[in-house]
């Protein structure tokens, strides 16, 4: 009788979230393909006047794409090495204090709410303001910091799960061979483990292109353009569909978030798409 | 391995300082982090901590009190669990009990393709679709609040909960599967009457990172709660939670008054998710005793 409830609710669980979710991604699709043309991305002006810089693109996507792309690259760019690094000793270096402290702090800052990232980031300008530089601003560099801090426990997270999948005879075979430690690393456990970390930076760049809270806390607005350097305020998508579903006067501006959240939608989860895969790969022993 | 690290030979001294070089920055920067929220909250605790948790939010008159915020957060965390972990038991019940069939990949992909979306996504279908609906079916509300934020969390809880679970569930399933069979037990019969009653910590792990995401979102009550700092009394009432505070009050204020009580809540956040992080640490540790094989690393 049990063991029929539970089935029961199973069944009736799974349906509902399918139709739920087919349900949303049926909704915001269909409302936003009338938008989804190259005036959505690029508004009234030409096209390649408008990738080059040439001319500043109004009431459209192109600036936001770029600044989505530009910040997470930069955070990808910061966090990367000292990321993986990370990673390296934690799965090499596991049995000393300075370790353990590290395991737990990378795992306390991968359960922190993005958001205090974002008041890291808030509060590190207010202090630079007063004491050191005081024309220190919200600017595309601070995003990306933060960002970067963001990422980080990910990247670290899946180099070592990377690194330790890593099937023991082939560590006692560099033994027997008389690697020492650093060409055990270098020559057998990365190699190893490439498909692991590939996945891991995509998780991380899945990661800092969705988050919300901390670039609308350091920098990114309404309507910057493109972004002109690095100490400057830019545009991103997901603020930009943040920003257009709480403030849109005309039905176009409505549009803008819908079409930002499709084109989001698109990206992140081919990313994660492609990362799932990747993970798998890694994970199944008989890959080569 | 061991030998190896205390006798180092000169050539590999090299890269150990270059990775150490690397790795001392990131705990100093995780320390920095964690200290500046610490440092900036302290002086709230010192002098006026009366006035911060109390459960008065009236700027004008300066009163600073926080405790709606850290009720909104609590409340809204708790109720999204009891929506959404009976529906990620079910769901991932589904999967263990049908392990082949179409279905089954297919919730699959749905699972990790929500793990995809965007929480600002989630916000807006919330926005156009959930927030008229409620309006019109129940008219005394105007369709912010309660229960809009819960509904839109509870969906953004699930693919975590449901991966946690099924993957732990899994594990125990194969190895009880055999004996369960061989006493002509149903799969179903199996899982309702073994394997559920046997894993109070796969639940556990799932309900703590399930509450860990819905304490820690920050778009969707933002977008969907409302945001009045009020004690809520029904599931329609306006709240704000601590994330939306600290979101809210710096993206509109700019006085530095106000700003104690940004790192008061910064503070709460940071107590929560750090016992938190512990607690799932711990479950982890006796969850590899009980499976020495079994690979807990889901990916986050």
Redesign the interface.
Known sequence: M???L??L??????C???L??G??VF??VS?SLPYLNGALFFGDTPVWDAISGKTRVWGALWPACVGTFSVTIIALLIAL???I??G??LA??P?SR?ST??G?????????????????G???IL?LREHIAPAANHSLLLSASCLA?LI?P?L??TTR?AMQ?VPLSL?IST?ALGM????R??YVLLPRSTKGILSGIM?SF?RA?????VI??TGAVASAGLPSSLLARYEAL?FS??YY??QYQTKGELGL??GA?VT??CL??T???IT?MV?QQS?SPHHD | MQETDSILPAASRIPHLCLLGLVIPVFVLIALLFGFLFWFSLPVFYSGGNSIFSGEWQPEQGHFGIIPMIKGSMLLAVLTLCLSFPAAVGISGFCLLHPKHRITSLVHGMVRFMTGIPTVVYGLAALMLLVPLLRTWFTQSSGFGLLACLLALSLLTLPVMIMILENQLRESLNQHQLTGTSLGMSRSEILTHIIIPCAPQAFASAIVLGFGRAVGDTMLPLMLAGNAPQNPESLFDSIRTLTAHIGLVLSTEHGSATYNSLFASGFMLLAISVSLTVITRKLERSYQRRHPQASSSAQP
């Open positions: 049990r063991a029929r539970f089935h609710w199973c069944l009736v669980c799974t509902c979230l399918i739920t979710l349900g949303i909704y915001l409302q090495l000292p990321g690094a990370t390296i000793w090499e270096f049995r300075f402290g590290l737990l702090a990378i795992d306390v800052l991968a359960g922190t709410p993005s958001v205090l990232m974002g008041l890291f808030f509060t590190m202090f801090i980080l990910y670290a997270s799960t999948s560590r033994h020492n430690h650093w060409q690393i270098w998780l899945g292109a969705e988050d919300t809270a609308m806390l997901p569909i943040f579903s709480a978030a819908f959240s989001l939608m992140t989860a990313t994660f798409a799932g993970y994970l």
